[in-house]
């Protein structure tokens, strides 16, 4: 069984930051790309930030100099460091990784069961 198990939302002060966490566990091999995507009420899901096996990064322009993600693929664990966070970047945020599961056979790409951002004074 592929598990994705996310911690450290929560609510924060406009200009205040945050660390979230999520780490892979199971009958995995990899993961390879990991990511974070966030979904505001009444909007699409969207992407936040990615990064490779490599550790090359892609960001949505919107956090760019704000958010930082980074991994320890000895843990098999990603990580979002987010600064200077604004009320717009409330939502709730998942985790994503494309990873080989060995019960399943085969690579797919498996979600967090998310975690609540609010930023709000």
């Known amino acids: 069984q592929v598990q994705l198990v996310e911690s450290g939302g929560g609510l924060v002060q406009p200009g205040g930051s945050l660390r979230l966490s999520c780490a892979a566990s199971?009958?995995?091999?990899?993961?390879?790309?990991m990511g974070w995507y966030r979904q505001a009420p009444g909007k699409q899901r969207e992407l936040v930030a990615t990064i490779t096996n490599s550790g090359s990064t892609r960001y949505v322009d919107s956090v760019k100099g704000r958010f930082t993600i980074s991994r320890d693929n000895a843990k098999n664990t990603v990580y979002l460091q987010m600064n200077s966070l604004k009320p717009e970047d409330t939502a709730i945020y998942f985790c994503?990784?494309?990873?080989?599961?060995?019960?399943?056979?085969?690579?797919?790409?498996?979600w967090g069961q998310g975690t609540q951002v609010t930023v709000s004074s």
């Open positions: 994503n990784a494309d990873l080989f599961g060995l019960a399943a056979g085969g690579w797919g790409s498996y």
């Open positions: 199971g009958s995995i091999v990899g993961p390879k790309a």
